[in-house]
């Protein structure tokens, strides 16, 4: 058994090329964390509530806002207030709508508090709700009642997890693991010094918080923020000794022009140190735990800013009041470390000599010709051309050419800009693209062998193939979720989306070798409408050294961060998946798409980042198995020693849904192909091979075998669950995607599935911790036990 390399997917690469020979990987410094919200919920069938005029005819928005002001809010003195987002949508597959709502509290925004109505038929299906339910505050930066400090409890509690690690080895099946205690305290040493190493700032909260400010000042919030973000400790320790005088430097203005009825003006700080772009905050409330073990939870104003860095894209609430004190943090960057426009026929396809889609690696399989493989509905323009208007190189020239297409011959196109980037800087635009001419052939060498040994070199010297290999492994992730329901309205990532819903502007930025660091690889999601950029590194873990864009698996986990971030919670909203049980779920998803993509008719195990990492067991702690022997993962495992990071966390949930994929396969077969039947010119599917007879006329196309199956109940069950959803919650949404699409008739074989590791009906978790810890009870795997709890 393999000793435990890769506890966090974020610091496995870094541990063990410590011991190797090679130069250790840049740890990139993210700070992550947050209350739980302990009556938050997820309810599949909910209370029904028959007053509703109206039937199926009946506006699903009315349907939301009847039921939540009349069934959610009874018991509240004074009702709820909210606002229903702009982001809600109907999915076209399923005719599923997904309401989201955001509560409001003295007209502010209270930042977690969620409401997501899943509407079907005019019924609420199932529904997630953290609103908050105590009295109202005063508006004047105090919390409703004594509360935990959440970032103190948080710190509180990592230093006491870390004394445990420091004193205990992990054993596994009475095998003592060389090096597993040693590198989880190693991890959850580095993870208290990002997140709790701002003692400076708690010993003058204080002085430092200057309470004789009358308004609450978003200046003073960023740069105490920065100062505990800034990565460079001599920096922040510069800005501190400075502060007021830094402060002073900040300039703010007021983008007023979209304010409405219930929003509040948005300021934009400019020249705040450590930031590549201005940064934006709003007054609004965030929650906590009134004490802890209560149910109850307590408001705090905060601003709530959004700041991008070069290496982070972080979302944080900092008290109003005392804004040394961070409430909560996500970071939209998420690493993978190691261990109505119509194409016309007459224009030229492009044509790419690349792996072909599904082959993970150069060590999989020989490169081959692939020409033109763009899907005419997902993909309308084709992969090189984009209207003017939201051409970002025509910027500020597009007036005249607003109606044009502009047709680009480089790795330069709707869904993705892809390109060098050796100085590891924020500067894409105008960096090094491949050009295939008018006749877009993209056809490279590759020289992966050269005389110098561990030279960083010679991935540089086909920096043509990587790009060429990026660009077309992204647009063809692009399209496959665009055809199980990852589209504009939901909000993809396209730089225009020919009117189809959703916010414009947020093609991928697709960063190829980029030279900020080693054996890496991440993505950052803001919302709908501000572009995903996916940032792919050379891997120094052979000679030659190998590129980590050539690794498909990599790129395809990375990529399937936009997926889960915008589709869970709604496209508005990318604080969903920040830490904990959510946050390593985003992990996991990533890995068990990646490993579907790739797997074949033949069942095989698979490893995860093994090419990349050059290690044959990848970078997980077990390699992807239905076999218990192979791989033990189970809920409980979350207990143990190691699993703290949402990397480890992701692992156990991608070995679940592994499991739970090979049950509809044994079921219902396998499908040689993931892709859905390309949509026709007049809006229909045609059904090919690839999906069952429907049932009944507009009844939802269901994938007729078991690995595609498995895909569109995942991602439908995305759309489902709630923001901030924990293990249950996911599992509770795959098992109402499938009672939506087909009427529940593998119920059986998700919940065998699910049961058998660990995640039946009885399956408990008590004490949850920010980072995913408490004590977790697995569940019988005894068919009869989970039969009875579910059927009964």
Partial sequence: MRSLYGI?????????????QHSAARTRKSLSFGPDIPHASFTVAPQRYTSFTGGHSRSPYDVAREYVNNVLARGVPNGLQFIVRDDSYTDDATGVTHVYVRQLVNGLEVADGDINLNIFKGQVISLGDSFYRGPTPEFDGHPTSHSIDQHTEFCERLATRQRVAQSSQV???????????????????TNYGINC???????????????????????RA???????????????????????????????AYETHFVGEHAQPMAILSNVPGTVNPVKARLAYVQSPESEGSQKTVLHLVHKLEVEMKDNWYEAAVDAKNPTIIRSVVDWASDSPVPTHVESDSKPKGTYKVWKFGINDPSEGERSIEVGPYDKWA?????????????????GHSGHLRDEIVNHTTTFGNNVFAHEDWEGANNWLNNYRPDGGENLEFVYKYFPKGDEPESDIKPKSYINLTV??????TNMVHDLYHRYGFDEKSGNFQQDNFGRGGRDGDAVIANAQDGSGYNNANFMTPPDGQNGRCRMYIWNTASPFRDGDLEAGIVIHELSHGLSTRLTGGPLNSGCLGWGESGGMGEGWGDFLATTIRSTKNYSDYAMGSWAANQEGGIR???????????????KTLDK????????????????????????????????????????????????????????????????HGNTLMVQLVINAMKLQPCRPSFFDARDAIIQADDILTGGENACELWSGFSSRGLGPDATLVGSTPWGGGIRKDVSPLISLFHKAYFD
Avoid at 176 to 185: F, I
Avoid at 647 to 665: F, N, T
């Fill in 641 to 704: 020693p190691g699993y703290w990071g949402v990397h480890a966390i992701g692992e156990v949930w991608a070995q679940i849904l592994w499991v739970v994929s090979q049950k509809l396969i044994e079921k219902h077969g396998y499908s040689d192909t993931l892709f859905p039947p390309q949509r026709l010119e007049n809006g229909t599917i045609p059904l090919g091979d690839f999906y069952r007879e429907p049932t009944y006329e507009g009844a939802p196309l269901v994938p007729k």
């Fill in 222 to 252: 960023a740069l105490l923020f920065m100062i505990a973000a800034h990565p460079d400790h001599g920096v922040a320790e510069s800005l501190l000794s400075n502060l007021n005088a830094e402060v002073e430097k900040i300039s703010v």
């Fill in 379 to 395: 993909s309308p323009l084709g992969w090189h051309s984009i209207p003017a208007a939201v051409d970002p190189s025509l910027k």
């Fill in 8 to 20: 966090a997917f974020a610091l496995a690469a870094t541990s063990a090329l410590a011991r190797s």
């Fill in 468 to 473: 060429t290999q990026l660009f077309y492994t």
């Fill in 621 to 635: 702690n077990f390699i992807y198995s239905t076999d218990l022997a192979v791989n033990p993962s189970t809920y």
């Fill in 197 to 219: 190493n701002t003692h400076p700032l708690r010993q003058q909260s204080t002085t430092l918080a200057h309470p004789d400010i009358p308004e609450p000042d978003p200046r």
């Fill in 171 to 189: 054993v596994l099946d009475n095998q003592a693991q060389p090096y597993a205690w040693d590198e989880d305290h190693e991890s959850l040493s």
